[in-house]
């Protein structure tokens, strides 16, 4: 299937750990996102690579390191977990930064204990 | 940088209803308003997107509208059916990124 995949789906950790999800997207597309979704379900950008140049870097703190090993792949690590980190984190997919539909993952829901 | 409101969060109709949802944008220089339909334990997907260059777009029981003077975009959805019960996000889009309306939640009463 065409798609973006995301894993793990859920992730259960103790403050202070380190982290990582992995996103892969088998759509050809040349930019990948990293979005932040709320208990309130608000949906924040966190970053966008386009041909695996860092394109956005919103005020995300610096322990959330994106890292793109080639376009079909783009993974997100979180250093030293702190509470406020609980959501559920999105990885999409689209063809050029914007103008072109984004292409969602299943979501993966991180819960910091 | 942008700023996008939704309105109403919250949304309850009969089935066979109409459901209007709306959102207002900051950035004159947005040009590309999709709509995004998120179900129970699932990711956004896009139901219809509408650029500024159109005013009025419909996709049989969906529509969306543009007032780029006044900024502000609209979703109707016509014939309200139980599965269009989700969170629909709108977002404003410049040439850099989309920005996200705060969702709102519809509920279509059987």
């Known amino acids: 299937d065409t798609a973006v995949s995301q894993t793990p789906k859920y992730l259960v950790t103790q403050m202070g750990n380190d982290k990582s999800i992995k996103c892969e997207q088998n759509?050809?597309?040349?930019?990948m996102y990293w979005y932040k979704q709320d208990s309130k379900k608000f949906l924040k950008i966190m970053f966008s690579?386009?041909?695996?140049?860092?394109?956005i870097n919103e005020t995300v703190p610096n322990r959330f390191s994106p890292k793109s090993p080639d376009k079909a792949h783009l993974n997100l690590h979180i250093n030293s977990l702190e509470l406020g980190d609980s959501a559920v984190y999105f990885c999409?997919?689209?063809?050029?930064?914007?103008?072109?539909?984004?292409?969602f993952g299943p979501g993966t829901r991180l819960t910091v204990l | 940088g942008e700023n996008v409101e939704q309105h109403p969060s919250t949304l309850s109709v009969q089935e066979g209803d109409s459901a209007v949802i709306k959102c207002t944008y900051s950035?004159?220089?947005?040009?590309?308003f999709p709509w995004y339909k998120q179900e129970l334990g699932k990711g956004p997907q896009l139901i219809i997107d509408?650029?500024?260059?159109?005013g009025e777009k419909k996709d049989q029981r969906i529509a969306v509208t543009l007032n780029k003077t006044a900024k502000h975009f609209s979703l109707h959805i016509t014939e309200t059916q139980p599965e269009d019960s989700a969170v629909y996000f709108c977002a404003a889009g410049s040439a850099r990124q989309l920005t996200f309306g705060s969702g709102t939640q519809l509920t279509v009463l059987p």
């Open positions: 999409a997919s689209s063809q050029g930064l914007t103008y072109n539909e984004q292409f």
């Open positions: 950035d004159s220089a947005s040009n590309y």
């Open positions: 690579y386009n041909n695996k140049e860092l394109i």
């Open positions: 509408i650029r500024s260059n159109v």
């Open positions: 759509l050809g597309h040349d930019t």
